[in-house]
């Protein structure tokens, strides 16, 4: 079959010539194609292939126009979906958090959408509308029918604030106790395939607010899926694998993930966490002075503005504590209290304060 390229003339064929070619079987919708030099009100009729399935407006005669999808891509072909007044005025009441009247008129305009998803490559209302649809499907707590659309956006394809919002939908559904349709939503993002610079950072807030919340399964999964990707995230990555798979009990894993590191930099990102990463794991083999060797080097080198620098000077405020230095492990609890009062550390930290003493001398 032979597809028409965007530049060419809308050529309507019987559709009887394409029977037996897999046609996506969709709702009828209008839509604007909109070229950067005219543009064309039809109705959207399927997807057959790498084509759009086009008739004109008003009564079927049978004829058909095929358009292809990359080549629509390539000529930077918009794609605007056509509601009426009720819609918009029911995005201006979601947007005043008024879900439960916003819901049911977003509803009838984003359910015929949903079935033309892999049209999110092309700019337009697609993927806002569906996005307004599942906003509000959050508000009224309707997690089911939410974690539904998500897990058909192809985050792969679809502009990265797809992935942003279905990203808030996991952290909703992880607050709200709904695990089984987390992990829905959790398997859809860990498959998405081909993620580009703008979806690795993405995916990379995610992990880091797994990780905070103490999910270092999803955390793990997350930056695995990352580190494996050369860009600005990877060595990062690779390091908090270490980390989460640490807390995960893992034996091998952190060892290996430290191994493969290229050199780093005393100064360089990530230096001093590959160091609280080394000082834990000594920790956990009780090895003290290769432990805190490793944790005082590497609060040498760390900014308080690192997101491990509480648990780092936690971990120093241990080690001096474990060889009888009081008075050292004492200054690095209060340190931690003082200027990461918010820190789960700090927790750590004032606890181990309440129970040092002089005699104190292990742990």
Known sequence: ?????????????????FVGFDVLRAAEVNVQVKYPSQSNDLILT?????????????????????????ELERQRVVLNFLFSQAYYTAVEDLEKGQF?????????????LMDYLSLSVLPGNLLPTVLSYMDALRG????????TVATRIPLAIAPPLALDYVSELALDLHAAGEIAALERVHAHIINTRELSVDRLEITMDLADQWRERGEFLRAFQLYRKIQIIEGPQ???ARLWVAYCSFYLGHDLVP???????????ARGNGFSLRELIKARLRLREEAYDAALRSAAEGKI?????DPWYPELLYTVGRLYQQRGMNDAARAAYREVTILFAES???????????SLNPDVSTL
């Open 1 to 17: 079959m032979k597809l028409l390229t965007a530049s060419s003339r809308i050529i309507l064929l019987n559709f009887c010539f």
């Open 46 to 70: 399927g997807i057959i292939d790498d084509a759009i399935v086009l008739r004109p407006r008003g009564r079927d005669n049978g004829g058909r126009a095929y358009l292809s999808i990359s």
């Open 100 to 112: 439960a009247s916003a819901l049911p008129v977003i509803e009838q305009a984003a359910t015929p």
């Open 140 to 147: 009224v707590k309707r997690w089911d029918a939410a974690v």
């Open 234 to 236: 990877q060595i990062l």
């Open 255 to 265: 060892e290996v993930f430290l191994e493969v590191l290229p050199e780093m930099e």
């Open 301 to 305: 080198y760390a900014n308080a503005t």
């Open 344 to 354: 789960p550390w700090a927790t750590e930290s004032s606890k181990a304060l309440e």
